[in-house]
């Protein structure tokens, strides 16, 4: 008799158990649907096309007029922007001597890129 009880306890909780895990997957295909209804962009339409060839070209310009005209980067510091090819014709006549080339170099970079003024002095603690 008491076999018979164990055995009956058994299939509710193993039924239990897969109504559980059964429920528990529902749930997370429930969100992910949601989630991917909610988190979909918008169809590429044509205006939204058109919009983003504009934008396009308008990027590629502004870099085009970045590489092929010269211009100020920082003039505070004296640091220009020069053609590629005016770039390259400097860095070979720099160049010809190498010692020279990486000392005028790195001038160039210590005044472009100052070290950071130190830390002001820390206060004294009120116990020493």
């Given amino acids: ?3 018979e009880n164990k055995s009956c306890c058994g299939c ?3 039924a239990a158990y897969a109504i559980a895990v059964i429920g528990a997957i529902l ?3 429930f969100l992910d ?3 991917k209804k909610y988190t979909q962009a918008p169809p590429v339409d044509a205006g939204r096309a058109e919009e983003r060839a504009k934008d396009l070209a308008e990027i590629r310009n502004a870099e085009a007029d970045a590489l092929n005209n010269t211009g100020w980067i920082d003039p505070t510091k004296g640091v220009v ?3 590629i090819d005016d770039a390259m014709q400097l860095m070979e006549e720099n160049w010809k001597n190498p010692a020279a080339g990486r000392s005028n170099l790195l001038e ?3 005044k472009a890129n100052p070290p950071p003024p130190p830390p ?3 206060k004294p603690s009120p116990f020493e």
């Fill in 12 to 14: 509710t909780a193993k």
């Fill in 33 to 35: 649907r949601q989630l």
């Fill in 108 to 110: 160039r970079v210590e």
């Fill in 81 to 83: 922007r020069l053609k």
């Fill in 27 to 29: 749930i997370v295909v």
């Fill in 120 to 122: 002001p002095p820390s």
């Fill in 1 to 3: 008799m008491n076999s």
